[in-house]
């Protein structure tokens, strides 16, 4: 299988690949574009790639209130993996200002699990080998919404990645309430004071992933951000996919 050739040893990731990777499923905006780079470290183009003046287009999916949904990737520069949230805002568009409740998230292994370095050869086209399983919370408003996948790398320079979607949630009328109740979504190295600098080589512990978490790799392999970066880590009894870090 392809994933089985050589990967890139931790130095050099950031200059030798330019595959980075992109959101696939589900579809994302047509207008921002998506660019297969982080965000820009001041924040400017934060949130989606978005900078002042973008019109937001594009045709959104349908997701049933309670269902299971699947997000997927394209490129190959999997930064040795990482760790990812789903967040959800109703804000249409999303602004800077917006906020955004994580819906589920993925410590170690995102986006793509058990790799060392990148996938070689460097392929910008290539669907990525993991898919992801999150849900939707029964209780939560209905209408249009954005999704967004967010990363912040393993290996490599200290960077935060993002690419959006809209959805429409469908189903019975859900609460205000229960959306709140959902933990903010983490952002870090875009110009706030909440850095991963000095994290290279570990998988970032979210400060407060919330209740519906997927652990990946042994405990030693994560560590906090640094700075400002909200509530205590949860710890990993509260993951809802597996109770402890897998080894």
């Known amino acids: 299988m392809f994933f089985a050739k050589s990967v890139l040893a931790a130095g050099g990731l950031a200059t030798l690949s330019q595959a980075h990777m992109l959101l696939r499923t589900p579809v994302p905006y047509t207008s921002p574009a998506l660019i297969q780079d982080p965000l820009d470290p001041t924040g400017a183009n934060f949130p989606c790639?978005?900078?002042?003046?973008?019109?937001?287009?594009?045709?959104?999916?349908?997701?049933?209130?309670?269902?299971?949904?699947?997000?997927?990737?394209?490129?190959?520069?999997?930064?040795?993996?990482?760790?990812?949230?789903?967040?959800?805002?109703?804000?249409?568009?999303?602004?800077?200002?917006?906020?955004?409740?994580?819906?589920?998230?993925?410590?170690?292994?995102?986006?793509?699990?058990?790799?060392?370095?990148?996938?070689?050869?460097?392929?910008?086209?290539?669907?990525?080998?993991?898919?992801?399983?999150?849900?939707?919370?029964?209780?939560?408003?209905?209408?249009?919404?954005?999704?967004?996948?967010?990363?912040?790398?393993?290996?490599?320079?200290?960077?935060?990645?993002?690419?959006?979607?809209?959805?429409?949630?469908?189903?019975?009328?859900?609460s205000e309430e229960a959306l709140a109740a959902l933990p903010n979504m983490f952002t870090a190295n875009i110009g706030g004071d909440c850095t991963t600098v000095g994290k290279d080589g570990k998988n970032i512990l979210f400060p407060n992933p919330g209740n519906s978490v997927e652990n990946n790799g042994p405990e030693s392999d994560f560590e906090p951000p640094t700075g400002n970066c909200g509530g205590a880590a949860a710890p990993a009894a509260r993951s809802r996919r597996a109770a402890k870090f897998s080894a």
């Open 49 to 174: 790639q978005a900078r002042p003046g973008t019109q937001f287009a594009g045709t959104p999916t349908p997701m049933e209130k309670g269902s299971t949904q699947i997000m997927a990737f394209t490129g190959s520069a999997v930064h040795g993996g990482g760790s990812c949230q789903v967040s959800i805002t109703y804000d249409n568009p999303p602004t800077a200002a917006s906020t955004w409740k994580v819906l589920h998230s993925i410590q170690g292994g995102c986006p793509a699990r058990n790799q060392a370095g990148n996938i070689l050869p460097d392929n910008a086209a290539l669907e990525g080998v993991d898919n992801y399983e999150y849900p939707i919370p029964a209780d939560i408003p209905t209408g249009n919404a954005t999704i967004a996948w967010t990363w912040v790398n393993k290996i490599g320079n200290r960077e935060f990645y993002m690419n959006c979607a809209p959805v429409i949630i469908e189903g019975a009328e859900g």
